[in-house]
């Protein structure tokens, strides 16, 4: 067992109101969340001395921290994209372990479908002189994010054969498990034929391969084993953790088929000591169907090349021998910009057996799996309970 | 031309100064440390594989191979017009990649491994962006 190996448990998880939020600025749906995760917890807001929140506002973090009325002992707003969570995780853990903190609250929310709408803007700023992005790649059309994805997926069907059908097999299992989930935000059936005759967005990649956008956030309270035991809920055990990057613009992605997630996830079972046969449940970031992919090669679920004919057959799908996504992930369940904390939400409730029509049957272990910017950062979390 | 230009144009400084003036020129230079005698891309002061600080500015052969593309049907600011255009990253014979855009070829004719050398789009009068075009055999 690793260092960091059952030294805290993840004890409450909630979302926020989800989809379409116009009346809601993201504060107040970050108050929501962190109210409704203190209450699955059976914990109040003056337990928590540990704050760890990411967002694209200017020092958002501590904004956040004074709006919701909490002075922290140990404060990390550490923001490499939509994997900032998962390295949250790892950093409450490690302040958990040290003593640094006893109850580590991870927040956030965005609303990109209402600030389009009711013309806010988002606070995601680029264009800074010194982001070698904007000298280098955006004089030629570069955007970020769907044509870097495209990119990375032009060159995994160039060197290993992988095509949009196989690409399309990971939308329509998503799909499967939206249609279970009643918070879902699109749950009508979706073939692989509607995938590959969806808009074509950037080549390879279509309007079905990509995710959602929509309002929403989260909220998940980690603690010490020692108060973990002593709550109302089962403790969800941090197994093991790992966390890289490995470049910001897609021009410097080494090799355009790996992800950071070979690091992260190759620490993140070395902790835990175990191995992905050992995982009853996949929580992957689905910016776009061939991020699940690249995570399931680089995860060591399947040999790199592999990914194509690993997720064949529905192999991800309710029923299959790989469940993934199990809320419908951002590809048909929400998006809001940086998803990774609602893979931890989701995986903490099927280990705990909360989720119903879409429940994985004596599900033990999860892995959750961030991915931020254009494939550049990636954390890895493994979770268990007893 | 100038008031022409509607595109995103690079805000250039001192550390890559060099590169855009060489472009301008009609030439692609690279930066090579002296150390290690490693290329790198984009330009900096120093190595970011040795960190040795003793760099210095080399005139790429600008011949290459297309190591990724993609069509975008979705246009970046100020490209509206040019839907659908492609963007490429080059693997240079140096070595080191770099984003561009393959010209004087359709879209669908741009593939991965494809052959390709340099040409200068002299978009503004003080920028001039290094674009791509198929390496054509010469009888």
New interface residues.
């Given amino acids: 067992m690793g260092v960091l190996t059952r030294k805290a448990a993840i004890v409450g998880v909630s979302e926020s109101d989800l989809g379409y939020t116009p009346d809601k600025t993201s504060l107040q749906l970050i108050a929501q969340a962190t109210n409704r995760a203190l209450d699955d917890a059976g914990l109040k807001k003056s337990d928590i001395d540990g704050f760890f929140s990411a967002g694209w506002i200017t020092m958002e973090s501590i904004m956040v921290a004074e709006y919701l009325g909490i002075q922290p002992a140990y404060s990390d707003n550490t923001l490499p994209g939509g994997s900032a969570f998962e390295f949250h995780v790892e950093h409450a853990v490690a302040a958990i372990s040290a003593g640094l903190c006893e109850t580590a609250l991870i927040c956030y929310a965005e609303t990109p479908l209402s600030d389009r709408k009711r013309r806010m803007g988002r606070s995601f700023t680029t264009g800074a002189p010194q982001e070698p992005e904007e000298q280098f790649e955006i004089p030629y059309g570069q955007w970020v994010p769907v044509p870097t994805y495209a990119l990375a997926a032009q060159r995994h069907m160039y060197q290993y054969g992988t095509t949009s059908a196989q690409l399309a097999e990971i939308a329509v299992a998503a799909r499967k498990w939206a249609s279970l989930n009643p918070l879902a935000a699109m749950r009508d059936p979706l073939s692989i034929e509607d995938v590959l005759a969806s808009p074509m967005m950037s080549t390879p990649l279509r309007l079905r391969d990509c995710c959602l956008v929509n309002d929403g956030g989260g909220a998940v309270i980690v603690t010490t084993a020692e108060r973990a035991v002593n709550l109302g809920k089962k403790p969800v055990w941090i197994l093991g953790c790992g966390e890289s990057h490995t470049h910001r613009s897609i021009t410097g992605m080494p090799d355009l088929t790996v992800t950071p997630a070979k690091f992260s996830g190759q620490r993140a079972f070395s902790m835990a000591g175990l191995s992905p046969s050992d995982i009853d449940v996949l929580e992957l970031y689905d910016s776009f169907t061939i991020t699940v992919l690249l995570q399931l090669e680089d995860l060591g679920f399947c040999p790199k090349g592999e990914g194509g004919r690993f997720v064949e057959g529905q192999r991800l799908a309710p029923g299959g021998l790989q469940p993934a996504n199990t809320g419908g992930g951002g590809l048909s369940c929400l998006h809001t910009g940086m998803f990774g904390i609602f893979l931890l939400i989701e995986a903490a409730r099927q280990l705990r057996g909360e989720c119903g029509d879409r429940q994985v049957r004596e599900a033990k272990t999860a892995l959750c799996n961030g991915i931020g910017g254009s494939l550049a950062s990636s954390g890895t979390v493994i979770l268990g309970v007893d | 031309m100038t008031t022409e230009y509607k ?7 001192a550390e ?1 100064r060099a590169y855009w003036e060489g472009a301008k020129a009609h030439e692609l230079l690279l930066r090579k440390c002296r150390a290690c005698g490693r290329y790198h ?2 330009p900096r002061d120093f190595c970011p594989s040795c960190f040795s600080f003793d760099v210095e500015w080399v005139k790429a052969s600008g011949r290459g191979t297309v ?13 509206g017009k ?1 839907v659908p ?1 492609n ?1 490429v ?1 080059v693997e240079l014979e140096e070595g080191v ?5 393959v010209v004087e070829c359709a879209n669908d004719d741009v593939l ?2 494809m052959a390709v050398e340099v040409v200068y789009d002299d978009v503004t009068p003080e ?1 001039t ?1 290094p674009k791509f075009r198929p390496v054509r055999k010469t009888n």
């Fill in positions: 595109k995103p144009l690079p805000y250039i400084h890559t891309f984009y190591y990724s593309v993609t069509v975008c049907h979705r246009p970046a600011e100020g490209f040019d255009y963007i990253l990649r770099m984003m561009s855009t991965i491994g920028v962006l």
